[in-house]
C-alpha cells in the first residue's frame, strides 16, 4: 500500500508548473522535475503543443511498507508554453527499474494518440526463485499505455502487458504506427536461463484497440533497432548484428509485414568495422525518406583513432541506393579531426536531407559542429568538409539537431556544456550562407528539438548541477529577426547581390585583424561587429571609402571573451557579413 502518495503528488504539482517569462520578444518555459531525473523525452503534437514525459526517484511510492519506485510522468503543454492539463498525469506507479539513456519511451501517432513502453515490475513472482543478487521486483514486462491528447487513459490506467512473464532487461523500445493503425513495438529483452543470460531484441504487434496480435523474436539476433514504416502495412528494422550492447558489429536492416513474415533481407548496409564500442543507440540513426532510410553512423574503419561519420540510404525495395555499398557515405572530409553523432533531418518536398555532427581533437578538447546536406543520390551539396556551424575552439559542444523551417531551410542547434553552458541556433539557407543566429542560455545537456510550428521551433534539455539537482527546461526559438536573432543587418546579409567584395585578412582572430573592402570607392561605408546575440560590439569604420580596395583595421579589445562575432559592411542596401572566431591565444 502506498504511504505518501498524496504527499509527493502535491508538492510535484507545485514544482511542474510553467513559469512564462517575457524576454526580448521571446517566450520562455520553465519546467522543472524533482532531483535527480532518470529519463525524459518529449514529442510535439499536430497543433504544436507538445508533452513532456519523465520519471524520477524522488517521486517515491511506497508498495507493501518496504518497497518504493518511480512514478511515470506526463504533462502536455500549448504553444504558448502554457499548461494544456490542470495537472501531470500520473501514467503508471508500479515497481518499476529504469535505465538512464537505455530506454525509448515516448511515440505519439497520427492522430495525436500518445503511448507510453513502460518497463515495470508489477508481475514479478516469488524472490526465491532467483539467485543470490537479485530481488523482489527485479523482473520486468513491458507495459504499453495510449493516452489521448486530453489526457484519458484509452487503455485503461494499467496498460496493456505485452507478456506477463518477468525480463531481466528490457530497454531501447521504439514503436511505429502502421496504415490500418495498428502498432509495431520493438525492445531489447534479457532473460535469465540458469547462471547466463540471453540478449534478444522482440517485435511485437497491437491492434488499435489494444490487442496483442504477436510477439517475435528477431532474426537473426540483433540490438539498438529502430522501426520505420514501410508503407502497405509493412515496416522496416535497421539494427546492429548480435545481441551485444557494445560490441564492434556490422549494421543490417530488413523489411516486414504486419503479420511478422519477412518481405526481404536482411541485407547489410555497413560493414567495414571500427563502430564505436560502446551502446549502439548512441551511435547508429535512422531517418525515414521518401520510398526508404537513410541510416547514419560514425565509425573508424582505418583503426587510426579518428572516427568519419558516414550515411547510406537503403530503399523499400531492399536496394542499397548509394554508389558506396557497404561502405556507406563519407558525410565529411577533416583529416586528424573525429567525427562523432551525425543526425538528420529529411526535406520531404525538395528531397534533401540535412545533416549535423560534432568535429572533435584528438584529446577531445577542442570541438566544433558541422553541418551537411546530401541527395538521395548520395550526392554532397555542400562543400566536400561540410559547412560551420559552430566553429573548432577550446571548450565541448554537443547533443547536435537539425530542424528544418517552413521554406526548408535548416536550423541547427546545439550545446557548449563546457566552458560556460550555453546553447546555440544558427539557421543557414538551402545553399549553405548563414542567415541569422542566436543563443540560449543556462543550458544543460541531452538537448530534444521539436519541429517547426507556430513561427518557432522548441529546445528542450536538462539542466543539472552535479548529480543532486536536475530539471527539464523548455525555450521556444522565434523564427527571423525577430525574438533574440541577429541584427536585422545581419538577417538580410544573403539578400545582396552587387559586386562589392569583403574579407577578413585573419581569421580565427588573435588580438587584431583587418577588413579587406573592393568595389565601393568614393562611396559610404559601415563595419561593425556584433555578437551572437546581435548586440554591437565594435564601430569599426563609418565614412566615405577613398579607393576601390581598402584596408580597415580592427584592434579587439583584451577584455572581449571568445567566441563567434559577425562582421557586418553596408553600403546603401548592399549588405556583406563575414563570421569571425575570436580567441585569446594562438
Given at each position: 500500500?502506498?504511504?505518501?502518495?498524496?504527499?509527493?503528488?502535491?508538492?510535484?504539482?507545485c514544482?511542474?508548473?510553467?513559469?512564462?517569462?517575457?524576454?526580448?520578444?521571446q517566450v520562455q518555459?520553465?519546467?522543472?522535475?524533482?532531483?535527480?531525473?532518470?529519463d525524459?523525452?518529449?514529442?510535439?503534437?499536430?497543433?504544436?503543443?507538445?508533452?513532456?514525459?519523465?520519471?524520477?526517484?524522488s517521486?517515491?511510492?511506497?508498495?507493501?511498507?518496504?518497497?518504493?519506485?518511480?512514478?511515470?510522468i506526463?504533462?502536455?503543454?500549448?504553444?504558448?508554453?502554457t499548461?494544456a492539463?490542470?495537472?501531470?498525469?500520473?501514467?503508471?506507479?508500479?515497481?518499476?527499474?529504469?535505465?538512464t539513456?537505455?530506454?525509448?519511451y515516448?511515440?505519439?501517432?497520427?492522430?495525436?494518440?500518445?503511448?507510453l513502453n513502460?518497463?515495470d515490475?508489477?508481475?514479478?513472482t516469488?524472490?526465491?526463485?532467483?539467485?543470490?543478487?537479485?530481488?523482489?521486483?527485479?523482473?520486468?514486462?513491458?507495459n504499453?499505455?495510449?493516452?489521448?491528447?486530453?489526457?484519458?487513459?484509452?487503455?485503461?490506467?494499467?496498460?496493456?502487458?505485452?507478456d506477463?512473464?518477468?525480463?531481466v532487461?528490457?530497454?531501447l523500445?521504439n514503436?511505429?504506427?502502421?496504415?490500418?493503425?495498428?502498432?509495431?513495438?520493438?525492445?531489447?529483452?534479457?532473460?535469465?536461463?540458469?547462471?547466463?543470460t540471453?540478449?534478444?531484441?522482440?517485435?511485437?504487434?497491437?491492434?488499435?484497440?489494444?490487442?496483442?496480435?504477436?510477439v517475435?523474436?528477431l532474426?537473426?539476433?540483433?540490438?539498438?533497432?529502430t522501426?520505420?514504416?514501410?508503407?502497405?502495412?509493412q515496416?522496416?528494422?535497421?539494427?546492429?548484428q548480435?545481441?551485444?550492447?557494445?560490441?564492434?558489429?556490422?549494421?543490417?536492416a530488413?523489411?516486414?509485414?504486419?503479420?511478422?513474415?519477412?518481405?526481404?533481407?536482411?541485407?547489410?548496409?555497413?560493414?567495414?568495422?571500427?563502430t564505436p564500442?560502446?551502446?549502439?543507440h548512441?551511435?547508429?540513426?535512422?531517418?525515414?525518406?521518401?520510398?526508404?532510410?537513410?541510416?547514419?553512423?560514425?565509425?573508424d574503419?582505418?583503426?587510426?583513432?579518428?572516427?568519419?561519420v558516414?550515411?547510406?540510404?537503403?530503399?523499400?525495395?531492399?536496394?542499397?541506393?548509394?554508389?558506396g555499398?557497404?561502405?556507406?557515405?563519407?558525410?565529411?572530409?577533416?583529416?586528424?579531426?573525429?567525427?562523432?553523432?551525425?543526425?538528420?533531418?529529411?526535406?520531404?518536398?525538395?528531397?534533401?536531407?540535412?545533416?549535423?555532427?560534432?568535429?572533435?581533437?584528438?584529446?577531445?578538447?577542442w570541438?566544433?559542429?558541422v553541418?551537411?546536406?546530401?541527395?538521395?543520390?548520395?550526392?554532397?551539396?555542400?562543400?566536400?568538409?561540410?559547412?560551420?556551424v559552430?566553429?573548432?575552439?577550446?571548450?565541448?559542444?554537443?547533443?547536435?539537431?537539425?530542424?528544418?523551417?517552413?521554406?526548408g531551410?535548416p536550423?541547427?542547434?546545439y550545446?557548449?556544456y563546457?566552458?560556460?553552458?550555453?546553447?546555440?541556433?544558427?539557421k543557414?539557407?538551402?545553399?549553405?550562407?548563414?542567415?541569422?543566429?542566436?543563443?540560449?542560455?543556462e543550458?544543460?545537456?541531452?538537448?530534444?528539438?521539436?519541429?517547426y510550428?507556430?513561427?518557432?521551433?522548441?529546445?528542450?534539455?536538462?539542466?543539472s548541477s552535479?548529480?543532486?539537482?536536475?530539471?527539464?527546461?523548455?525555450?521556444?526559438?522565434?523564427d527571423?529577426s525577430?525574438?533574440?536573432?541577429?541584427?536585422?543587418?545581419?538577417t538580410?546579409?544573403?539578400?545582396?547581390?552587387?559586386?562589392?567584395?569583403?574579407?577578413?585578412?585573419?581569421n580565427?582572430?588573435?588580438?587584431g585583424t583587418?577588413?579587406?573592402?573592393?568595389g565601393l570607392q568614393?562611396?559610404?561605408?559601415?563595419?561593425?561587429?556584433?555578437?551572437?546575440?546581435?548586440?554591437?560590439?565594435?564601430?569599426?569604420?563609418?565614412?566615405?571609402?577613398?579607393?576601390?580596395?581598402?584596408e580597415?583595421?580592427?584592434?579587439?579589445?583584451?577584455l572581449?571573451?571568445?567566441?563567434?562575432y559577425?562582421?557586418?559592411?553596408?553600403?546603401?542596401?548592399?549588405?556583406?557579413?563575414?563570421?569571425?572566431?575570436?580567441?585569446?591565444?594562438?
Amino acid at each position: 500500500m502506498r504511504t505518501n502518495y498524496s504527499r509527493v503528488k502535491l508538492l510535484f504539482i507545485c514544482i511542474l508548473t510553467a513559469v512564462v517569462i517575457p524576454a526580448m520578444g521571446q517566450v520562455q518555459w520553465s519546467i522543472e522535475t524533482p532531483e535527480a531525473v532518470y529519463d525524459w523525452d518529449s514529442r510535439m503534437l499536430s497543433d504544436g503543443s507538445f508533452v513532456v514525459y519523465y520519471n524520477s526517484p524522488s517521486q517515491l511510492i511506497i508498495y507493501e511498507d518496504t518497497v518504493s519506485a518511480q512514478e511515470h510522468i506526463l504533462m502536455r503543454y500549448n504553444a504558448d508554453g502554457t499548461s494544456a492539463w490542470s495537472e501531470p498525469l500520473i501514467v503508471a506507479n508500479a515497481p518499476n527499474k529504469s535505465y538512464t539513456m537505455y530506454n525509448k519511451y515516448l511515440f505519439v501517432d497520427d492522430e495525436d494518440n500518445i503511448f507510453l513502453n513502460i518497463p515495470d515490475c508489477r508481475y514479478d513472482t516469488f524472490e526465491s526463485l532467483w539467485p543470490a543478487g537479485y530481488y523482489k521486483w527485479e523482473k520486468m514486462t513491458l507495459n504499453v499505455h495510449k493516452i489521448s491528447k486530453d489526457g484519458e487513459h484509452l487503455w485503461g490506467g494499467n496498460g496493456i502487458p505485452i507478456d506477463r512473464d518477468g525480463h531481466v532487461l528490457i530497454a531501447l523500445c521504439n514503436a511505429i504506427m502502421l496504415e490500418d493503425s495498428g502498432l509495431i513495438l520493438s525492445w531489447l529483452q534479457e532473460d535469465l536461463f540458469g547462471s547466463s543470460t540471453v540478449t534478444t531484441t522482440k517485435i511485437a504487434r497491437i491492434s488499435s484497440s489494444g490487442d496483442v496480435l504477436w510477439v517475435n523474436d528477431l532474426s537473426p539476433s540483433g540490438h539498438s533497432a529502430t522501426l520505420v514504416n514501410g508503407g502497405s502495412n509493412q515496416f522496416i528494422i535497421v539494427y546492429m548484428q548480435g545481441t551485444s550492447l557494445s560490441a564492434v558489429t556490422p549494421i543490417y536492416a530488413q523489411k516486414l509485414n504486419s503479420k511478422g513474415d519477412l518481405i526481404w533481407g536482411p541485407i547489410m548496409i555497413y560493414d567495414k568495422g571500427g563502430t564505436p564500442p560502446r551502446a549502439a543507440h548512441l551511435n547508429i540513426k535512422v531517418l525515414p525518406v521518401k520510398r526508404g532510410v537513410f541510416v547514419s553512423w560514425y565509425a573508424d574503419p582505418d583503426g587510426d583513432n579518428f572516427e568519419d561519420v558516414y550515411c547510406s540510404y537503403v530503399n523499400r525495395s531492399g536496394d542499397l541506393a548509394f554508389a558506396g555499398g557497404t561502405s556507406g557515405t563519407k558525410l565529411g572530409y577533416a583529416p586528424n579531426i573525429r567525427q562523432f553523432s551525425p543526425v538528420g533531418i529529411y526535406d520531404e518536398e525538395n528531397e534533401y536531407v540535412y545533416y549535423t555532427w560534432s568535429e572533435q581533437s584528438n584529446g577531445q578538447t577542442w570541438s566544433g559542429i558541422v553541418g551537411q546536406k546530401i541527395n538521395l543520390d548520395g550526392e554532397l551539396m555542400w562543400d566536400a568538409n561540410g559547412v560551420t556551424v559552430g566553429p573548432m575552439l577550446e571548450r565541448r559542444v554537443e547533443y547536435q539537431s537539425v530542424q528544418l523551417d517552413s521554406a526548408g531551410n535548416p536550423c541547427f542547434f546545439y550545446l557548449q556544456y563546457t566552458g560556460g553552458n550555453m546553447g546555440y541556433v544558427q539557421k543557414l539557407s538551402t545553399d549553405g550562407n548563414m542567415l541569422w543566429n542566436t543563443t540560449f542560455n543556462e543550458t544543460g545537456a541531452d538537448l530534444i528539438t521539436l519541429p517547426y510550428a507556430n513561427g518557432q521551433w522548441i529546445a528542450l534539455w536538462i539542466m543539472s548541477s552535479g548529480t543532486t539537482v536536475a530539471r527539464v527546461r523548455a525555450q521556444n526559438i522565434l523564427d527571423g529577426s525577430s525574438g533574440i536573432s541577429v541584427s536585422e543587418e545581419l538577417t538580410s546579409s544573403a539578400k545582396s547581390q552587387s559586386n562589392i567584395s569583403f574579407n577578413v585578412t585573419r581569421n580565427p582572430v588573435f588580438g587584431g585583424t583587418s577588413f579587406i573592402v573592393k568595389g565601393l570607392q568614393g562611396k559610404r561605408a559601415d563595419i561593425s561587429v556584433y555578437g551572437a546575440t546581435g548586440k554591437k560590439v565594435a564601430a569599426v569604420f563609418n565614412g566615405e571609402t577613398v579607393s576601390d580596395e581598402q584596408e580597415f583595421v580592427w584592434d579587439i579589445p583584451a577584455l572581449l571573451p571568445e567566441g563567434i562575432y559577425f562582421a557586418t559592411l553596408r553600403s546603401g542596401s548592399d549588405i556583406k557579413t563575414l563570421k569571425i572566431v575570436v580567441s585569446n591565444s594562438r
